[in-house]
């Protein structure tokens, strides 16, 4: 296999996360250790530049467990965000933790000024355009994470996909 040294993640929003994105609850927990466990994976096969959007749910496990393993590892955080203020309509504790994210990333790059229509699909391809692998969670036929698949397959990238599923540990297409 190609090595691998730039990877992506897209996943949904915490109501479309297992148990509605509650970090304390078991499906959530599996989920959470399968992503570190992966990022940690292909940190060991030489992925070195990790690209995340910087949404809520999925996105935010995915820095959080770059930054993790990042401690350990010559790994990098790359932020593409949509649009300047995409945290202002979140709450207290979800805004100082995307702070404390943006902090930490070895890059922060916003695409957009302000919100426009269209804005966060932009991100999804400027994600999948800068990686050989896309990491995903997707247990819905529509929306931005499915979009960001398929562009993604469009593309030629490998796929992992997690499943917070007790008997499934990710499946390769």
């Known amino acids: 296999m190609a090595l691998l ?31 570190k ?17 910087g949404a809520l749910g999925f996105d935010t496990w995915a820095a959080q467990a770059v930054l ?35 902090r930490a990333a070895n890059e922060v790059r916003i695409l957009s000024e302000r919100y426009y229509p269209g804005c966060m699909q ?9 990686a ?3 990491i995903g969670y997707c247990v819905k036929k529509g929306g931005g994470t499915a979009y960001t698949l398929a562009y993604a ?4 990238r490998r796929i992992i996909l997690l499943s917070a599923m007790e008997d499934q540990l990710e499946m390769n297409f």
Do not use: M
């Open 122 to 130: 932009a991100r999804n391809r400027a994600l999948v355009d800068r």
């Open 68 to 102: 993790e393993q990042r401690d350990r590892a010559p790994i990098r955080l790359h932020l593409i965000l949509p649009y300047w203020g995409q945290e202002s309509a979140w709450g207290p504790s979800d805004q100082a933790e995307y702070q404390r994210i943006l």
């Open 5 to 35: 040294t730039s990877c992506c993640f897209t996943g949904h929003r915490p109501k479309d996360l297992p148990e509605g994105g509650n970090r304390d609850k078991p499906a959530a927990r599996r989920l959470i250790l399968r992503l």
């Open 153 to 156: 397959r469009q593309q030629g």
């Open 132 to 134: 050989a692998c896309v």
């Open 37 to 53: 466990e992966t990022v940690e994976q292909l940190s060991a096969q030489g992925t070195q530049d990790f690209y995340c959007g």
